[in-house]
Structures are given as C-alpha cells and as structure tokens.
C-alpha cells in the first residue's frame, strides 16, 4: 500500500521538476546563449518480490542541456570571422563614400585649377584670369585639407573604438574568470548548465571583439587565449587588455596585455579577427595607403606646378616663386631613442616618391632605411651632410645615439600641409623666363625649341647667350671655345638647357635672351603648367596624377566590395552555424507546449496513483470496521 | 527531425525584412539622386574610368575656352589685316596714278599728303588692340605699342600659344615685325637701285632669278659706258659681265635678269643689291616723300616709284600670306571644336553609361524588391500567428 502511495507521489514530485524545467525553457526562450533543457527520467530500481522486481517508480536521473560540442566550437571562430570582415567592410564603405557620389570631390577642383591656368596661358595679361587661378589654386589645397581632416577624424574614431573595445573585452575576461571560479567550486557534482550557458556566451561575446582559442580543463575552468598561445584567462585568473600609443606615433594606438603600471606585450600583430581584427586591419591596409596616396598626389601636383612655376617669370619681370607652400615630411622619433638626434626630410624627387611609411635607423656608424611597407631596404647616397634615398632628402643637424630609431612618413600629412603662398595675382610666372630664337639668316634646317630651365638659381640665368655654329658639329658659346655638337641632344648653359630640331648649317646661330616686364604677353610657362595635367608625374613618370587618384577610387572600392562579398559569406556561414546551434539546442515554444500537456497530463495521472493507493485503503478500512 | 528554435523564426523573419529594406533603400537613393554609382565599392572599375573621363571632359573645357579665345583673338588680327589690306590696296592706286607723266606737280602733291595720312592709318593699324588693351602685333610685349611713330618695331618675335587638343597648340598671334616690318625689298633676292643723278632716260625693272644655283649675292654695279654698251663690276671691282644694249632689254648675269627700258647716258649706273627689309611704313613714306622731291627727275622719280611699287607688292603679298595662315588656323579651331564637341558627347555618354542609374531598370527592381519585402513582411506575420499557445485556451 505505502509503496503505490510512494510511486505516485514521487511520479507526481518528478512531472512538477519536468514542469518547472519546461518552464524554464519558455522563459529563457529570448535568452541569448540559452541552451535548452530537459529532464531525463529514468524507473527506481524494484524491489525483489520472490517471483520477480516490483517497480518503484520514476526518478530524474540528470537535467541536461542540448549541446553539441562540434557545433558550439565552431561558433567562436565564425563569430570572429563575421566580425573581423564586417568591421572592414562597414568602415571601408564609410572611406568609399568619401571618394563617392556624396563624398568630398577632391579632383574637381584639381581639374578646375588647370581649366584655369590654361584660361591664363590664353590671356596672361587679365587680372581676372590670374585671380581665378588664385582661387582655384586655394579651393584645390582647401579641398585637399578636408579630405585629410576626414581622414584624420577616420583614424580618431578608430581609435575610440579601439579603447572601447578593448575595454568591453576586460569586462567580459574577468567576467569568464569569475564564472570559472563558481564553476569549478562544483567541479564533480552534476553540470552546472546555467553558469556553463553563461560563460560560453561570454565566450562568443569576446570572439565578436578579437579572435581567441579555448581549452576547458579537468577541473571545469575554460581557460581562454590569443590565437598565438598568449593566455587571456587561465583558470580563475584574468590578464587586463589595454591600449597603449605606438612607440612612434602616439596617434597610433596599439593593443597590449599586462598589468597598467607592469610589463605590458603589445598583442596587435597577433589580433587577426574580431571586430578589433577588422579594425587593425582596416587602418594598416585601407585607411593609412590611402591616407599616403591622397598625400603623395597632393604632393605631386603642389611639387611639379611648383617646379614649373619657378622656370616662369612673373608680370613685374622676376622669376616665379613657388606657387604653393609645401610641409615637411612627418619624422616621428622612437620613445626608446635615447639621444637628441634631429632630423628633417624634405621630399625631393616626387617621381621616385614612393606612398609608404619608412624607418630609419643609426647604429653609431651607419644609417639604414626600411619601406615599411615591403621590409625592403631603401639605399642612401651621402650627399654633403645629408643623405639622399626614395625621392627624399635627409638632413641631419645632430646625430643620435647609436640603435635610435625614426619613422619617417613623406605623404601621410602632406595634404594637409599644402597651401597657397601668395596672393598677388601679378606675381604668377605665366611668361617663359627665357626666349630662344633661330636667326632669321639661317641657312640650315635647324629650329630652337623652348628652353627648359634646369637650375633657376644659376647666377647667370638671365644672361644673353649667343650660340654660333662654326660647322654643323661645332658651336661656341657667346664667342667661347668651340664645343662639339651632337645633333638632337641638348645645349646646357647657364642653368637651362635648349634642344634644336633640325640640322644647323655653317654660320647659323640661336640666342637665348631673357624675357622681361615687357613681355607680359607672353603665357608659355602658363600652357606648360596647365600641361601638367595629362604629364607623368609620379612613379617615375609612369603615373599622372588623375591616374592617380583614379587608382585610389578603385582601390577603395574594389576594396569595399570584396571585403563586403567576405562578410556575406562569412555572415552566411556563421548563421548557419547558429541555424544548425538553435536548431540542436534552441527553445520551440511548441515543443515546449506539447511538453506542458504531456507533464500535466501525468501529472494529473500521478495525482490518480494517490488517489487510488487512498482509495485502496479506504476499501480496507471499509472492510475491517464491519 | 529537424527543430527550429522559435527565436530563430523571428530572428530568421526579422533579418529578411531587413535586408530587403536595405535593398530597397539602396535603389530609392539611385532612383533620388539618377546615379547608379553611388559609392566606389558599387563598380570599382566604373568609378575610376568615370573620373578619367571626368578629367578627359576638364581638358575638352579646357581646350575649348582656348579655343573660343584663339578664335576670337585670330579674327580680330583677321579683320586688322583686312583694312591694312585696303588702305594698301589705295595706296597702290594713288602710286600708279602719281607714276603717270602727265601728272603735274600739284596733283602729284595732293597725292603725296594722302600718303602721308595712309601711313599715320597704317601705323594706327599696326597698333591696335584687342579688349584688353593688348597691343596686337606687338608679339608677347602686348603692352608696348607695336611701332613707333619712327617705324621702330618695339614688340618681340614671339608668338602666344593656347592648347587646342592633347599635344597640339596653336599660335593665336603673329608678331607685327613680320606682317608691317619683315618685308623684303625688291623682288625678294636683289632689287635695284637707280642712281638718282643719271643723265639718261633709262628706267629699270624689278628683275628675276633665272637660276638659283648661278646667284651670289652682293652689290654689283651696272655701268653704262656708252648709250649701248655696259659692264657689271662686283663689289671689289671685278668684271662680271659686260655686253651691248639695246632698249628695252635684259641685262643678264650670275643667274639673274634685271629689265632696262629707256636710253641710258653715258656714265649712268644703278646697282643691284641683295634684297634687304623695309617696313611697309617706310615703303609708303620714301613714295610720299619721293612724289614731291623737287631733286628729283621724271626719270629718278620713276625708278623710285617702281622701286617702291615692288617693295609695296611684297607688303601685299605678305598680308596675304599672314591672312591666308590666320585663315588656316581658325579652320583648325574650328576643326578642333567640332572634333572636340564629338569627343565631349562620346565621353559624356560613356560616362552617363557608368555613372546614371537606368530609370526603367531601377523602377523595375525596385518594384522587385518592394515585393519581396511585402512577401517577407506577410509571411513572417502568418508565421507569427502559428503558435500551439494560441489554440490551448
């Protein structure tokens, strides 16, 4: 009799657990990381009657959740994957559209500076012509300073986020080391589901930040490190994730691990996923070349109108000065440095320029220089006391110790350093500094082409040079010693140089005078600067400037594009992943339904089994009272 | 049996309307703004051909405002050298008037002051301006006035050059050394200059090269000995040919012929000089002086008025020649502005291909889209409503 009773009141005991754990899977329905449960019963061992085992009844014998290893490891590295290409192409996107429809049109106003100066070369007498080219020669470095102050905020928010982030991943690190103590305090006993649900969300939470490995130990901990070894948390103990500033650019900020005021590893080179992978990423592969190029084609127009500029001679008959004022390149000294080396570097040569980032070093002897970019060394030439390499002169005025190190970075603010350096519109050299002239008398073929001008510092620049022909390979200079002449290369004298097309004939001579106020008519040098627009002036002559910024455009976007075809397919495989996760361990309110009935159901049987153990007696008592 | 997680039917409803909504954003913003492109990353390729072709159209506008000021600046010199041409073409006339005999003094004075006043309009041509206040014909030196009022040339040689296409410029001035100053005299290899005090009657011609190859140029003299007989002595004294004359004839050597008409005097001479230059100015002023040069016998007077009247038709030709290659070049402007307008369509079509959103296509998918979103939206209500929760009650 007792044993019906027993049987039925542990049934009904059990179906309120399997009640109250099917509860708890529809309240935790909207829980993230959740995995359902589910009550395993399994029949009391029965009681030896003689003839056989009567049964006792039910028992719970584990709440387990529905877990799939296989998938759940998966997750973490998906989860990574995701992140890492979604921060990329989101933030990719977001430099695109600067280049985009409604972005900051930076070549307009390039194209707009040379439409002008060939309105000048039409006209150099009109102010209003010389006004505009003022004016579009300001709007073009305007233009090119927002441009790099959006660049230079990109790189502020970048930074923000890298704080945030690595902040938010702290939180989340010493949140898992607390888990793991509580989880390893039960360590043996049955699974703690909820702490172990908790933790792992914890997990995916931090692979959403960085990509990370985990290894669970014997005694319940998990312990959690960098995809290099370099632990996170281990065991109960967390390591604290910071940022730190570069040991050149303290606008660069770089991740480490290590106690604030202790030894801290810088770590960013081992983060490769994650949101702060993307990040990382982002800013070493699109933001900085980028940021370089737009440096290096802000150079390359401001240098080369420069250098046209200065061949012109300007209304009141002096030679032309620069156009724009250029900034040095940025030299950015190791913290470690322990001397007072000073140097500055001033880009020469912006065909050899190249748009990266260089380290210069000295180790007490000799200096060295590496392209950041490829690891390849760059040769110096001494020259004087400086030291020419890459495009760039190096001027040394102190010496450092020996194993200092200096970042140098010719582009990466160049377009932010450039402006107009006067407002005079009567001081713009439209005119050519110099004429050249065939003789009118001349018996050969030969025709004297415009004259270039090498050095305009040359004191005897604007001195009249007469050049005669004593036989058709002999010439002499002003009367001088004959010089042979080899036909089509040029004549150097006096800082310029000419070349004759044609074969010059016995007695046929060509002067070389200097232009002068006079000549205010004259717009040569102005066509020759608006011509700049189609020359080579970068890589070697290979590259004009709109080629360029072109290939800025579509590097960016091609850029944008795949990494944005990479976070769909990344995004589509991690949510298959948490398809196939929820669909092993999510909660279906139907199920669940179903679930309810059938517990309530036995439940309302188990209440039966009572009953009719009651009964049972009563029908006893019954009998025995008569 | 495959489970699906209710979370994940909202979740899975949820990211579909969403990416719908995403699409259909994306198409509204191409429909709103007519551009396809809308950042870099929609068509790499597409946005960097579309900044070349940005640029190629900035130096097509370039090219054409050059060309609008070439054309404007060549017409003016073009109209310039139209009225140099008629005043030249009057000062012929009055010349060969004042070349006739029967011409008395007075006439001849009447048409001496007209020349005078043709060359102060000439001179007044040759320094006009343009709207700017640039003198014309003063070379680059636009300035400085171009002559002054002593026939010097105070301008330069130089011409100023605008880019009419990629690689190719174009002069849209001429130096007035060359149109007014430059000209060379006579007949362009020698002329002749007769002696003003020649006794006879002997007029002499403008000559001609028969060969080339026989001419060196020097001063050679050309005496008469007798009324029929002369000889040619070079500049150091040489005897270069001598013959017999009967009028009118050709008196030939060193590969040239120089036309004698008239009956010389004995000891008459004229000389045969290489060709040097004479500004049109001072062409048409040695005629007015010279028409009323008391000095001066019919005879003198009229191998000065044939003299002149060639160096007058070199002037001639030579505005001709300046016009004829003024005329060449605004054909090239032209030329240029058409091919250059050709070219502006060819690169603003391929540039609206790569750029403008297809109107009838955008609609289209848009429509597309917005259906999908419907269908999501629709699908993902019913999905909601079927919950074995709402049939328990």
Redesign the interface.
């Known amino acids: 009799m007792s044993g019906l009773q027993g049987i039925g009141l542990n049934a009904l005991l059990t179906f309120q657990r399997a009640l109250a754990t099917t509860g708890h899977n529809i309240a935790n329905?909207?829980t993230p990381g959740y995995h359902?449960q589910s009550v395993l019963l399994g029949s009391q061992a029965g009681t030896f009657i003689g003839v056989g085992y009567l049964g006792n009844g039910v028992n719970i014998n584990e709440v387990r959740r529905s877990y799939d290893a296989f998938l759940e490891g998966q997750l973490a590295g998906a989860i990574s994957g995701f992140h890492q290409q979604q921060a990329l192409a989101q933030l990719?996107?977001g430099l695109?559209?600067l280049?985009?429809?409604?972005g900051i049109d930076v070549?307009?106003p390039v194209?707009?500076l040379?439409?002008t100066l060939?309105?000048m070369?039409?006209?150099?007498?009109?102010l209003p012509a010389r006004n505009s080219v003022l004016a579009d020669a300001g709007g073009m470095a305007d233009r090119f300073r927002l441009m790099q102050s959006r660049l230079d905020s990109t790189r502020v928010g970048l930074n923000q986020r890298l704080q945030q982030l690595a902040g938010e991943a702290n939180d989340l690190l010493s949140n898992i080391a607390q888990l793991n103590r509580r989880i390893m305090d039960v360590a043996g006993g049955p699974a703690p589901n909820d702490l172990l649900d908790q933790r792992e969300s914890l997990v995916n939470r931090l692979a959403e930040i960085t990509d990370i490995t985990t290894l669970e130990t014997d005694d319940g901990a998990l312990n959690v490190s960098l995809a290099n070894g370099l632990n996170l948390v281990l065991g109960s103990q967390a390591e604290t994730l910071s940022t730190r500033r570069n040991e050149f650019d303290p606008a660069r900020l770089e991740l480490v691990i290590g106690p604030e005021n202790g030894i801290q590893t810088e770590i960013s080179a081992q983060i490769s996923g994650g949101e702060l992978g993307g990040l990382l990423q982002f800013r070493d592969q699109v933001l900085t070349p980028t940021q370089n190029e737009i440096g290096r084609i802000a150079l390359g127009i401001a240098m080369s109108i420069n250098d046209q500029h200065r061949q012109g001679m300007d209304l009141n008959g002096n030679l032309g000065g620069n156009l724009f004022n250029i900034g040095t390149a940025d030299v950015l000294h190791s913290r470690n440095n322990t001397g007072n080396g000073q140097i500055d570097v001033i880009v020469e040569d912006i065909g050899q320029l190249t748009p990266d980032d260089f380290e210069l070093t000295f180790d007490g002897a000799n200096w060295s220089m590496t392209n950041l970019t490829n690891g390849q060394a760059v040769p110096l030439t001494p020259d004087g006391p400086d030291l020419v390499g890459g495009g760039m002169r190096i001027q040394i005025s102190s010496l450092p110790d020996a194993g200092d190190r200096f970042q140098i970075r010719p582009t990466r603010s160049a377009a932010a350093d450039i402006n107009v350096a006067f407002s005079d519109p009567a001081l713009l050299a439209a005119?050519s500094a110099l004429?050249a002239?065939t003789d009118?008398s001349n018996q050969g073929s030969g025709l004297v082409g415009p004259v270039t001008i090498t050095d305009p510092l040359d004191p005897q620049l604007r001195d009249p040079v007469d050049i005669v022909f004593d036989s058709p390979t002999t010439f002499r200079i002003n009367g001088g010693p004959p010089q042979s002449y080899v036909a089509g290369s040029p004549i150097a004298v006096n800082g310029w140089e000419i070349t004759i097309d044609g074969a010059p004939a016995t007695g046929d001579s060509f002067s070389v005078t200097a232009?002068?106020a006079?000549?205010?008519?004259?717009?040569?040098n102005a066509?020759a600067l608006?011509?700049l627009?189609?020359n080579g002036l970068l890589d070697g002559g290979q590259t004009s400037v709109?080629?360029g910024?072109?290939?800025v455009?579509?590097?960016?976007?091609?850029?944008?594009?795949s990494f944005?075809t990479a976070a769909g397919i990344q995004g589509g495989l991690l949510?298959d992943l948490?398809?196939r996760r929820?669909?092993?361990?999510?909660?279906?309110?139907?199920?669940e339904?179903?679930l309810l009935?059938q517990y309530q159901q036995s439940y309302q049987a188990a209440a039966q089994i009572i009953e009719a153990a009651s009964n049972t007696f009563q029908t006893l008592l019954a009998a025995t009272r008569r | 049996m495959f489970r699906i997680s209710t979370s994940q039917i909202y979740r899975t409803g949820l990211n579909q309307i969403l990416r719908r909504q995403a699409e259909v954003t994306h198409s509204q913003n191409q429909l709103a703004s007519g551009k396809r492109l809308l950042s870099p990353s929609d068509d790499p390729v597409g946005a960097g051909r579309s900044l070349a072709l940005t640029e190629s159209l900035s130096r097509l506008d370039r090219y054409d405002r050059n060309l609008d000021v070439g054309e404007s600046r060549l017409s003016l010199q073009e109209s310039v050298l139209t009225l140099v041409q008629d005043s030249v073409q009057r000062i012929r006339e009055l010349v060969l008037q004042a070349n006739s005999a029967a011409l008395d003094d007075e006439a001849r004075g009447a048409i001496a002051t007209e020349l005078s006043a043709k060359v102060e309009e000439l001179l007044q041509l040759s320094n006009s301006r343009d709207a700017n206040g640039e003198y014309l014909f003063s070379g680059t030196a636009s300035g400085t006035p171009a002559f002054t009022a002593d026939f010097n040339y105070q301008g330069n040689n130089e011409r100023r050059f605008v880019a009419a296409s990629d690689g190719l410029q174009l002069a849209m001035t001429d130096p007035g050394s060359e149109i007014f100053a430059d000209i060379p005299t006579g007949n362009g290899t020698f002329q002749a200059v007769v002696n003003d005090n020649n006794n006879g009657s002997a007029v002499v011609g403008l000559g001609a090269v028969t060969d080339f190859s026989l001419w060196v140029p020097d001063t050679y003299s050309v005496r008469f000995l007798t009324p029929d007989s002369y000889e040619v002595l070079d500049s150091s004294g040489g005897l270069v040919a001598s013959g017999t004359y009967e009028s009118p004839s050709n008196i030939t050597f060193r590969g040239i012929n120089v036309d004698v008409s008239g009956t010389p005097a004995a000891g008459d001479t004229f000389e045969i000089q290489p060709s040097t230059s004479q500004s049109i100015f001072q062409t048409v002023e040695n005629l007015a002086v010279g028409l009323v040069d008391g000095n001066l016998g019919s005879t003198a007077r009229t191998n000065l008025i044939n003299r002149e009247l060639a160096n007058l038709d070199q002037a001639i030709n030579r505005n001709l020649t300046v016009r004829a290659d003024i005329g060449a070049r605004l054909n090239t402007v032209e030329s240029y502005r058409a091919l250059n307008s050709g070219q502006r369509i060819e690169l603003e079509s391929a540039r609206s291909r790569i750029e403008d959103a297809d109107y009838a296509e955008t609609i289209s998918r848009m429509q597309l889209e917005l259906t999908s979103l419907d269908a999501a939206q629709q699908s993902f209500l019913t999905l909601r409503g079927l919950s074995l929760f709402n049939l328990l009650r």
């Open positions: 329905v909207n359902r990719s996107d695109g559209s280049f985009g429809e409604n070549y307009g194209n707009d040379f439409t060939g309105d070369a039409a006209d150099p007498t009109s005119a004429v002239a009118d232009s002068t006079a000549d205010q008519g004259n717009g040569a066509l608006a011509d627009q189609l709109s080629a910024y072109q290939n455009v579509a590097r960016l976007g091609s850029l944008g594009s944005a949510s948490e398809l929820d669909a092993a361990s999510g909660v279906n309110l139907d199920e339904a179903v009935q």
